[in-house]
């Protein structure tokens, strides 16, 4: 992107471009850039929402999350502001990669 304001760039990522400055938004990105994200804070926060609106009852959401992951920080951010309501608690547990476990 540094290189070219021309050339049309198609990404691939698995993190929040937004968050990375790839593009401005998932809804307008602008300049030359566009792609697809696997993974977006936008929609974590849409799934709790729709979880909620299929089981009303539902009170306690547990979410995995890989914690050297750079975009999980800010995924959480996301998450734990739409799940904030009196009614959703939202228990967070970091994954544990095999070498991290105690012997």
Request: proline share 8%; net charge positive.
């Amino acid at each position: 992107m540094a290189v070219t304001k021309t050339v049309p760039i198609v990404f691939i990522t698995s993190g929040d471009p937004g968050a990375r400055g790839v593009v401005s938004s998932l809804a307008r990105p602008g300049g030359n850039s566009t792609g697809l994200s696997v993974l977006s804070p936008e929609f974590t926060g849409k799934q709790l929402e729709r979880l909620k609106a299929v089981s009303p009852q539902l009170s306690r959401v547990g979410l995995l999350f890989n914690s050297t992951n750079p975009a999980a920080k800010h995924l959480l951010n996301v998450t734990g502001e739409t799940a904030r309501t009196p009614s959703l608690q939202l228990h967070l547990t970091a994954t544990v990669q095999p070498a991290d476990q105690a012997s």
